[in-house]
């Protein structure tokens, strides 16, 4: 028998169930396509969390130190009054002005020269150096090592004033009198030394400001007094002279010449009459020789004696009458003596009277310059910070978390970001 060939055939295996293995693989892909971007995201969003948590202990923290006062009009004694404040009320220029005073370099150099600032590796260093950087925080975490490496580079004055004033706030609280003033630091307990110095330095120089216009005042004064002391003494002694050269107030020689006045006056009439009548007598016998006698010589002698008579009448007025106006001249100079006498005195009066007003006022103005106080009122004295206002913890993480969710998005969203997502697929 001849064996037939056997022919085979290829075996085809089919599915026990097609229709399952497609429901099955429809949700694995879209598991896949959902995975990957989610991973994406929290790869951009997991690498910004370590990045900033690598990032927050080593960001230099700032403490700052407020100090509160209220600045308030004073009267010349500076104490305060509300009555006062009410009455001579404060503008913002001045408050302005007091805020320009507390960062004038005059109080920024007491603040350095009491703190030793200049040795000071916050504000001696150079911040533009990276080791002057990392000196600085070497020196913060052991201060001793600063025997052995030697201070930071020494800065000049202005220079140390200028950082000083970069640590400076000084703030108005809305449109009130209230001032608030401080320094930042990296030391809270720095800080607030620096605060409390500025503090009373401000005090300080505000009184010394006060005091220093009370005293000016009062040498005014002392030379006002002096001045008016001078020009009394002048007054007084002129009073003096003019009394001794003149003495018009002498009643019994104003009497006298009263009394002489008086009986010249009445002379002088009488010599006034009686030459009045020797003239008419003297003309009688001329007009009487010319008319009834025809010019005869028997009546020349007589009239001869009429004439003489006139003459020594006339001779006797003139010289009473010298002596009348001689002795009201006299009359007239003694009431212009007393007159001028009176002025002098009114005057010395007026002298006395400003130099005894200048006495008071500087009497007065004695204590006000031993007593004079600040026209400040501290509301609150600097404390230690308890937490750094820089970084701020609710801020940091608020925008931690907007960069982690941006830098997330990117890594789904952009294409350029590509590399980084071949890296955590093949993972």
């Not at 009459?273 to 010019?295: F, N, Y």
């Amino acid at each position: 028998m001849n064996a037939q060939p056997r022919i085979s055939f290829p075996r085809i295996d089919f599915p026990a169930n097609d229709g399952s293995r497609e429901k099955k693989s429809i949700p694995d892909a879209r598991g896949a396509s959902l995975g990957r971007p989610i991973k994406r995201f929290m790869g951009g969003f997991l690498f910004v969390i370590l990045c900033v948590g690598v990032a927050w202990p080593l960001l230099p923290r700032r403490y700052e130190s407020t100090a509160s006062v209220i600045l308030r009009p004073t009267d010349a004694e500076g104490r305060l009054d509300s009555v006062q404040s009410l009455r001579q009320p404060l503008d913002d220029n001045a408050i302005q002005s007091e805020m320009d005073i507390i960062g004038s370099p005059t109080i920024a150099s007491a603040v350095i020269a009491h703190h030793r600032l200049d040795r000071d590796p916050e504000f001696a260093g150079d911040p533009s150096r990276m080791s002057i950087r990392l000196l600085e925080s070497i020196y913060r975490v052991a201060p001793f090592v600063s025997g052995w490496l030697g201070d930071l580079r020494q800065v000049s004055e202005a220079g140390l004033r200028e950082r000083l004033q970069k640590h400076l706030t000084v703030s108005r609280d809305r449109r009130s009198y209230t001032v608030k003033m401080g320094y930042w630091s990296s030391d809270p307990a720095k800080a607030a030394a620096l605060t409390e110095t500025l503090l009373n330095a401000y005090l300080s120089n505000q009184l010394a400001r006060k005091r220093g216009s009370a005293e000016q005042h009062s040498a005014w004064l002392i030379e006002r007094v002096e001045g008016l002391r001078g020009k009394y003494e002048n007054s007084e002694r002129a009073v003096r002279e003019f009394t001794l050269q003149n003495d018009p107030t002498d009643s019994a020689m104003l009497s006298s010449l009263e009394t002489q006045r008086a009986a010249l006056g009445q002379e002088a009439a009488d010599l006034r009459a009686k030459l009045t009548a020797a003239v008419v007598q003297s003309d009688v016998p001329a007009w009487s020789r010319g008319t009834i006698m025809g010019g005869s010589q028997p009546a020349s002698g007589t009239a001869q004696a009429a004439n003489a008579a006139v003459r020594a009448w006339e001779l006797r007025a003139a010289v009473v009458d010298k002596a009348l106006r001689a002795v009201r001249e006299e009359i007239a100079d003694r009431r212009l003596a007393t007159l001028k006498l009176e002025a002098l005195r009114r005057e010395a009066a007026i002298d006395k009277e400003l130099l005894d007003g200048a006495l008071v006022r500087l009497k007065e103005q004695e204590p006000r310059t031993s007593s004079t106080g600040p026209g400040v009122e501290i509301l609150a004295r600097p404390d230690p910070a308890l937490r750094p206002s820089f970084p701020n913890a609710l801020l940091f993480v608020f925008g931690t978390l907007v960069a982690a969710i941006a830098a997330g998005a990117a890594m789904v969203w952009n294409p350029g970001a590509s590399v980084v997502r071949r890296a955590l697929s093949s993972r």
